[in-house]
């Protein structure tokens, strides 16, 4: 198993500006995922990235990822105070479980 | 579809009480995951269940902490005795077996206070 290391830690913006988050890892993976967790709340998927795709987006979510590179980022558009919450990647390959790093978070100011 | 059920959402007990958490994962989901999420850290998974057999629990520190899923669906984690660290949030996930994606379904976790 491999943990993901997301970057900055944290993040302060103003509601309506776009909040860009990265993950790096270090070995190869079949797909990488991004959690959020509220406050006081269980981890929801937001989107997965397999490893032969380079760029995917879910509404206000765009993920890219770079294999050569070994990393990922996460770009919340217009962001809102709902949004306020701890951002977590989680590199995956088979036979491996989830090591989850200490996350991002992202804090959307009204 | 109903998500991941946990209870009880909040316990606070003394060190050395013992505590038992439960959850009750998506109904069909054969993979079940209890995590200790300690304060400004990620999840740490505790141990991971197929069914009833454990398949991964080399993190569970085993002389405090047990867990069991005897018919296969929910689970219990116990802590006995509870230590000042063991302050956190349990959270349980699961998911369907046969997902190529891996993705994890959280209930809303567990928090403990150990005074």
């Known amino acids: 198993s491999q943990q993901g290391e997301e970057d900055p830690q944290a993040l302060s913006i103003q509601e309506g500006e776009n909040a860009t988050m990265n993950c790096s890892y270090k070995?190869?993976?079949?797909?990488l995922q991004w959690y959020r967790q509220n406050s006081g709340r269980g981890l929801v998927h937001l989107i997965l990235?397999?490893?032969?795709?380079r760029e995917k987006h879910s509404g206000r979510l765009r993920v890219t990822l770079d294999t050569s590179k070994k990393s990922s980022s996460l770009l919340i558009t217009a962001s809102r105070a709902a949004d306020t919450a701890s951002y977590f990647c989680?590199?995956?390959?088979?036979?491996?479980?989830?090591?989850f790093g200490p996350g991002t978070r992202l804090s959307v100011l009204p | 579809e109903a998500g991941v059920a946990q209870s009880p959402r909040y316990k606070i007990i003394e060190k050395r009480q013992s505590v038992a958490f439960w959850c009750n994962p998506i109904?069909?989901?054969?993979?079940l995951y209890w995590y200790q999420q300690i304060l400004g850290q990620g999840p740490k998974l505790l141990i991971q269940?197929?069914?009833?057999?454990?398949?991964?629990d080399s993190q569970l520190p085993k002389d405090r902490f047990s867990a069991e899923r005897l018919k296969g669906v929910d689970s219990t984690l116990k802590i006995q005795p509870a230590k000042l660290e063991d302050s956190a949030v349990y959270l349980c996930?699961?998911?369907?077996?046969?997902?190529?994606?891996?993705?994890?379904?959280f209930g809303p976790g567990t928090r403990l206070t150990v005074t």
């Open positions: 109904s069909g989901h054969a993979t």
């Open positions: 996930a699961s998911r369907t077996t046969g997902q190529v994606t891996y993705e994890q379904y």
């Open positions: 269940f197929q069914n009833n057999g454990v398949v991964d």
């Open positions: 989680a590199p995956w390959n088979y036979g491996q479980n989830f090591v």
């Open positions: 070995t190869s993976i079949n797909n």
């Open positions: 990235i397999r490893s032969n795709e």
